[in-house]
């Protein structure tokens, strides 16, 4: 189970939520809102895993279906911050920033939303990897 579904569990009053590490998840949760509420810097590390910075190629159906509209919602739901540009090959650049489970659930909301039986196309990752981490970043927004 993700963190976000674990999170709107929690949020449900489902779950385990004796549990000391969930708690201790929920509450991050909550002070990494807050903060982005606030426009406060967020904390580099957290007790549920040290912030990352994935940088992504996706390749394939990727612009002018929303792509960048849809990262931005994924992204901004996940609590993650960085940005996402078209490219002028047809491709699209995202740096994705957060605990990896965030990262994680904006690549896997991409994955079901345009790798699922509703599109004919669909994308793949081209290339993944880390990049320095950009203090301060407050959200995140499509580049132009």
């Known amino acids: 189970m993700g963190l976000l579904s674990l999170f709107r569990e929690m949020m449900d009053g489902g779950g385990t939520s004796d549990d000391r590490l969930m708690k201790q998840e929920l509450a ?33 159906s990727v612009q002018g279906v929303g792509f960048r ?35 994680d659930a904006v ?14 196309g669909g994308f793949t990752i081209s290339s993944a990897h880390d990049v320095p981490l950009v203090e301060g970043e407050l959200d995140f927004h499509p580049k132009y």
């Open 28 to 60: 991050q949760v909550r002070r990494m809102a807050e903060a982005a509420e606030n426009g406060e810097q967020m904390e580099r590390d957290t007790p549920i895993g040290p912030k990352v910075r994935r940088r992504y190629v996706f390749t394939g």
């Open 69 to 103: 509209w849809t990262t931005t919602n994924l992204a901004s739901s996940a609590g993650a911050t960085g940005w996402v540009r078209n490219e002028s090959d047809g491709s699209v650049t995202a740096e994705i920033q957060g605990i990896r489970e965030q990262i």
């Open 107 to 120: 690549i896997e909301g991409l994955d079901r939303y345009y790798n699922g039986s509703r599109w004919m």
